[in-house]
Nanobody, 118 residues
Framework: QVQLVESGGGLVQPGGSLRLSCEAS????????MGWYRQAPGKPRELVAT???????NIADSVKGRFTISRDNAKNVLYLQMNSLKSEDTAVYYCNAEQIYPSKMTYWGQGTQVTVSS
């Protein structure tokens, strides 16, 4: 059963923008801190941004000022707004859910490709 579904990836020119979305089942979304991670070819997966249940955010230094994470708790959707994209942002982006209660569980989406190239 698929729990997290990402969308919004694609090919964009340097300096452009994309918005990623992650739809989650309601039972997971409302119980979880959510996040975006990315993995470029030949590199380990790295944290991009996280957001708690109440909306506190943490943004990686490499994307601070360019990326914004947000969540719509009514729609059970997580977003990543990516502006001023650079070639080094090229990666597969993964949605993550860290369920806090009633038990700690980790969920991952299947990933969506973001390619920044002219």
């Amino acid at each position: 059963q698929v729990q997290l579904v990402e969308s919004g990836g694609g090919l964009v020119q340097p300096g452009g923008s994309l918005r990623l979305s992650c739809e989650a089942s309601g039972s997971i979304f409302r119980r979880s801190a959510m996040g975006w991670y990315r993995q470029a070819p030949g590199k380990p997966r790295e944290l991009v941004a996280t957001i708690t249940i109440v909306g506190s955010t943490n943004i990686a230094d490499s994307v601070k000022g360019r990326f914004t994470i947000s969540r719509d708790n009514a729609k059970n959707v997580l977003y990543l707004q990516m502006n001023s994209l650079k070639s080094e942002d090229t990666a597969v982006y993964y949605c993550n859910a860290e369920q806090i209660y009633p038990s700690k569980m980790t969920y991952w989406g299947q990933g969506t490709q973001v390619t920044v190239s002219s």
